[in-house]
């Protein structure tokens, strides 16, 4: 076997993410889209009440996109600290 292949196979032993990981993931996608959309909205009725129309809208909605990708990588950085346990309790 060459070294690179001896490489690949030590990498080889993970165990792949079972069915209801896929639907961990799209349940992810919506918990991301849905954190941008409250921002939105939350800048848009902020923006209202004090007549401040693009300020709050876009600052809300930046940090819509924030909390929602910190919200995405800690979910799969879960999925991927448990795939590594099993593959050390095997």
Do not use: W
């Not at 918990?31 to 009440?49: K, S």
Request: proline share 3%; aromatic share 10%; with cysteine.
């Amino acid at each position: 076997m060459t070294k690179l292949n001896q490489k690949n196979s030590r990498h080889d032993h993970t165990i792949a993410p079972g069915p209801i990981a896929n639907y961990v993931l799209i349940g992810a996608g919506s918990m991301f889209t849905a954190t941008v959309i409250a921002g939105f909205i939350v800048g848009y009725a902020l923006d209202y009440v004090f007549g401040t129309m693009p300020i709050f809208f876009l600052a809300c909605g930046v940090l819509g996109f924030i909390g929602g990708a910190q919200k995405v990588r800690l979910l799969t950085k879960k999925m991927d600290q448990q795939a590594t346990q099993k593959t050390k309790d095997e």
